[in-house]
């Protein structure tokens, strides 16, 4: 079985096919650089004058493989699935978990499989964070039909990356890793995944567009390409034609789940900034400036004074975050960080998570029509380290991951001063999950106590003795509050 994520942009739904960052600076990327020895052959032309991809696909084919999951979904999901043979993916719900309908009680297995690429012979693998997910097996199958079991390293939701580990005695093929700056709007590209489970599908296309915005996350900057992509191609490499991956693909367009000429690849830059920390901590390490942006329009710059519908509008500063003291204010326009220009308002957040914490670095912003440039100490952005590999997933009783809320998620959900605790993460198969308890949800008390941190959380769920339940009192993203019952293990 296959799933999707949908995100919908104004009429039309990216379904993120089966299967998105910590940006920390940019390092000497060794460990993930390892090349063929021998150098990839290009795009040949056949007699008849056409392309042929067939001696690339030899020769890279070795170095993707068929990531296969097993993970466990409630027994209130398998109740609401329903699909066409044209789209017959993923968990839809007439109604959220929690709010009615049948109490989920055990997990029952969830099967479904996608793709990733080796970048180094040691077996580190690459791949997307919605194709292992919540997985309690991982299976990796090479096109020689070796079969390892893997480790999930680490992953990051915001980029919709993964590293993966196998296990072996021998070198394994390596994918040759190339420079995404370097693609151009019109270049061939060469997919290979496991579309719908069909393993080791070679398509072809173009390069589309560069550096798309498709609404996935905070960090979208795709490759958009019409080489065939479908379910199950999610994590496989899209090569160039020198046979050096430039691309992880990851989205497609669609109204019924299959490929209709548009789809979307991380491009390889951003994971290879992205693999050490995944590899040796787990998760990744944002820098955090602390404004809301909005993007410019025709209108917005004329009534701002400029001259064009250039950079990032502040919208707001969060009080006592790097940007308030630094001076930044509501309604001022970045137009420049650390000596980049910011042209659009997309540009900064890649910019800002690619610092690291405790830089001091100058913006440029204009405010009533002067410019002027202001000196910033960049923080580390708090957020929940994702949880990775199977130590991870076994920690605490009830399977949940906690941590405390940061301003602007306060502000959103309309909550008080340290009032409530956010779940970072909830284990599959656990208490947790059982009771519908979801990521992002906000614990506000614990058997009737209320709770503000993390401290005082752990310490209410510790007086609960195995004989009774944890009730939870919860807020969700879209304000309303509801009672889940979490009974032990």
């Known amino acids: 079985m296959q799933t999707k994520k949908k995100v919908v942009i104004g009429a039309m739904t990216v379904s993120l096919a089966f299967g998105g960052f910590t940006l920390g600076r940019m390092t000497q990327m060794d460990v993930v650089q390892a090349a063929p020895e021998t150098a990839a052959p290009r795009i040949t032309v056949t007699p008849s004058g056409l392309p042929s991809f067939a001696d690339l696909a030899d020769h890279v084919s070795p170095a993707v493989v068929h990531v296969r999951v097993v993970g466990v979904e409630r027994a209130s999901e398998r109740g609401h699935r329903f699909g066409s043979p044209r789209s017959p993916f993923g968990p839809q719900f007439p109604f959220p978990p929690g709010f009615g309908g049948p109490r989920p009680h055990q997990g029952i297995p969830r099967r479904s499989s996608g793709s990733g690429f080796i970048i180094r012979k040691d077996g580190l693998i690459i791949t997307n964070n919605h194709v ?160 809301t942006i909005q993007k410019m329009t025709t209108e917005l710059a004329e009534s701002l004074g400029l001259d064009e519908p250039s950079g990032a509008l502040v919208a707001d500063v969060t009080t006592d975050s790097p940007a308030d003291k630094g001076g930044l204010e509501r309604g001022d326009v970045i137009i420049g960080y650390d000596g980049h220009t910011v042209k659009e308002n997309a540009d900064l957040p890649l910019l800002v998570a690619n610092t690291k914490a405790g830089t001091t670095i100058p913006i440029d912003v204009v405010r009533a029509g002067k410019t002027r440039t202001l000196t910033v100490e960049i923080a580390k952005l708090d957020e929940p380290e994702v949880a990775s590999g199977p130590a991870a997933a076994k920690r605490g009783k009830w399977g949940m991951a906690l941590r405390e809320l940061m301003p602007e998620e306060r502000d959103r959900m309309r909550l008080k001063a340290n009032e409530g605790v956010i779940v970072a993460g909830v284990r599959p198969d656990s208490p947790a999950a059982d009771a519908g308890v979801r990521e992002g949800d906000v614990i506000l008390e614990v058997n009737r106590t209320p709770v503000k941190t993390v401290d005082e959380l752990k310490k209410a769920i510790a007086t609960v003795t195995e004989d009774k339940p944890l009730l939870l009192l919860l807020r969700r993203n879209n304000g309303v509050n509801h009672y889940a019952s979490l009974s032990a293990e």
């Open 132 to 291: 292992v997910e919540g997985a309690s097996e991982i299976m990796v199958n090479l096109p020689d039909e070796r079969e390892y079991q893997a480790t999930v390293l680490g992953r990051d939701p915001k980029t919709d990356l993964a590293v993966l580990k196998v296990e072996t005695e021998q070198d394994l093929p390596v994918a040759a890793l190339g420079n995404s700056e370097d693609v151009r709007v019109g270049d061939w590209v060469m997919a290979i995944g496991n579309p719908f489970g069909l393993s080791n599908t070679v398509t072809a296309g173009i390069v589309s567009a560069k550096g798309r915005t498709i609404g996935a996350g905070p960090y979208d900057d795709f490759i958009q390409t019409d080489a065939s992509i479908n379910p199950g191609n999610s994590g496989g490499p899209l090569f160039n034609e020198k046979g050096e991956v430039v691309g992880i693909n990851t989205a497609i367009f669609g109204n019924g789940g299959g490929n209709i000429g548009i789809g979307f690849a991380i491009p390889i830059n951003l994971a290879k900034q992205l693999v050490p920390d995944l590899e040796t901590k787990g998760h990744v390490t944002r820098g955090w400036l602390g404004v």
